[in-house]
């Protein structure tokens, strides 16, 4: 993690969450784990005829995997959840290193994460929030 | 000693651009190891114990000739009592899958919350697969444990008692001589973890008075893939084999087999004879630095690094408070910054230390932490590199956004 640009996002959203907080009337919550560091957050969601009006998280874990699920609540709440699927599958792409360019900015501030590529350690702590978004949508 | 230990381990040579402060995880190799265990493939390859012409004898002398040297260092009886396997997680496992089919409903097997989860593990399987149950002797904070505690968690049932002789987390020894004396006495056998031990002390398994003991020849500057159990050897007389296959029979027919004698009843299949051959050139090295050297310098290696890392600000040591209990393990967590963003500010400044749980789960809970950071230490160190670590570790908070 040399780039210091990448460093300031991961940085800004672990000490300063936007969305760590408990969601008032979420009506799907699902817990994700990485049994291997003990990154360990609670995603919640309050889901309206399939669009995502709201979304938390609480829990803790290292930087990576707290600041990328809060961006990617970010990016996903008020779009659907089809809509965040889509997204999700890309953010999970580029964290492999197989993505275009065009996909990365459609991913926002969450493209800013596509060091983690190169950190094959860190792969489960960045997708973390995604994977708990993929289990919710997938009814595990 | 007036000697450049750094000039015989080609890592260290190669990579001067990282302060490797892993050891406990796994040693670095010094060159007679790797040509040892090359040597083996280029002289001697033939598959041991089993040929009858004159490479595969030199093989088996290669072979047998490490075991001996295990005996002496370990100070055993007999090369009986002289099992190779992969690794201490091998080993305990197989005295869990063979001892463990001794015990019986209601039986206890008593370890101890800083065992590592090989020590633990296998434990719970052999518990669970008789219904017997599994007895846990706590430590407190500085991770010390009392004669009285230890007594404490003993009684009629007890059959087993599963501990290590130095944690892997917070570098505390523990009396393994005075804790096997009260289980006999009370009736049970002991089973000594010298994973971390037998690589920092010198351990004489006749002197403990303990009746089975495993450590990982990769710890103490030998190859992966080779470990020892000792055993004593009436026990291992009567228990059963743990894997079958070749070369650890005696006669086999349609309907059954009879298994071979000590200790090749417990190798069956072809044996890891190169990395045998490679632990033994790392027990000659060891026998040439002797253990008052690698003791005295790993110590005063210690008491630099206890008093380097609690000078960090916002770091918390976990464990004992002096340096000569640590024996150059140092766990701690650095406030407000999770032990793996930890880790990799270190890696990028050539750092190598190790952060999670450390394989000891049980512990984290009872200690009350999820994850910590580990340096560890062996006489290969330099204060240098402790210097680095700690110069490090003070601008981590820093690099992840607190303005202090």
């Known amino acids: ?140 | 000693m007036n000697r450049d230990i750094r000039a015989d381990f080609p890592l260290i040579q190669e990579r001067k651009d990282i302060a490797y402060l892993d050891s406990a995880a796994t040693a670095q190799k010094p060159a007679c190891v790797i040509q040892a265990e090359g040597d083996f493939y280029r002289k001697y390859n033939a598959n041991p114990l089993r040929g009858l012409y004159e490479l595969s004898q030199e093989a088996t002398a290669a072979y047998e000739n490490a075991r001996e040297k295990v005996r002496a260092f370990l100070g055993a009886e007999s090369t009986e009592e002289i099992i190779f396997t992969r690794n201490a997680s091998e080993s305990m496992n197989l005295i869990a899958y063979s001892y463990g089919s001794f015990l019986q409903a209601e039986d206890e097997i008593l370890v101890s919350i800083v065992e590592h989860h090989s020590n633990f593990l296998p434990w719970q399987m052999a518990a669970e697969r008789v219904g017997a149950r599994i007895r846990f002797l706590e430590c407190e904070a500085d991770g010390s444990i009392s004669e009285e505690a230890f007594r404490a968690q003993l009684n009629g049932r007890t059959r087993i008692v599963a501990m290590t002789q130095l944690s892997n987390v917070l570098g505390r020894a523990y009396p393994i001589q005075r804790f096997a004396q009260i289980a006999h006495e009370a009736g049970a056998i002991f089973v000594c973890d010298g994973a971390q031990s037998v690589p920092h002390l010198p351990v004489n398994v006749r002197e403990l008075g303990v009746d089975f003991l495993a450590f990982s020849g990769h710890k103490m500057c030998g190859p992966m893939g080779i470990g020892v159990l000792y055993g004593r050897k009436e026990l291992l007389e009567k228990m059963t084999p743990f894997l079958r296959g070749g070369e650890m029979i005696e006669y086999v027919t349609r309907d059954g087999a009879t298994w071979a004698e000590l200790p090749h009843k417990f190798e069956a299949g072809t044996v890891n004879a190169a990395g045998a051959a490679g632990l033994a050139a790392a027990i000659d090295y060891y026998n040439e630095l002797g253990f008052e050297w690698i003791q005295a310098r790993e110590e005063a290696l210690s008491r630099t690094a206890m008093e380097a890392l609690q000078a960090v600000p916002y770091l918390e040591m976990i464990g004992a408070e002096k340096a000569e209990d640590h024996h150059g393990i140092f766990t701690f967590t650095m406030e407000g910054v999770h032990p793996h963003d930890v880790a990799e500010i270190l890696s990028s400044d050539g750092v190598c230390i190790r952060a999670g749980h450390h394989c000891a789960q049980p512990l984290m809970q009872h200690l009350g932490v999820r994850s910590t950071v580990r340096a560890s230490i062996m006489f290969y160190n330099t204060e240098e590199e402790i210097h680095r670590l700690a110069e490090s570790l003070r601008s981590v908070r820093g690099r992840m956004g607190y303005a202090e």
Not at chain 1, 18 to 37: D, I, L, M, Q, T
Request: hydrophobic letters at 40%.
């Open chain 1, 1 to 140: 993690m040399q780039n210091s640009f990448y460093r300031e996002i991961i940085n800004d959203h672990n000490l300063r969450p936007a969305h760590k907080r408990e969601v008032p009337g979420a009506n799907v919550e699902k817990r994700g784990v990485n049994p291997s560091c003990g990154d360990d957050i609670t995603l919640q969601l309050r889901l309206e005829d399939g669009k995502i009006v709201d979304g938390g998280f609480v829990g803790d874990g290292c930087a990576i995997s707290q600041a990328s699920a809060d961006i990617m609540l970010d990016l996903i709440i008020g779009k659907t959840q089809e809509e965040a699927e889509r997204l999700s599958e890309i953010f999970r792409r580029m964290i492999t290193g197989k993505v275009t360019d065009e996909e990365i900015e459609q991913l926002e501030e969450a493209g800013a994460l596509i060091d983690v590529s190169h950190m094959p350690a860190r792969v489960k702590c960045a997708v973390l929030g995604w994977h708990t978004l993929d289990a919710i949508a997938q009814g595990e």
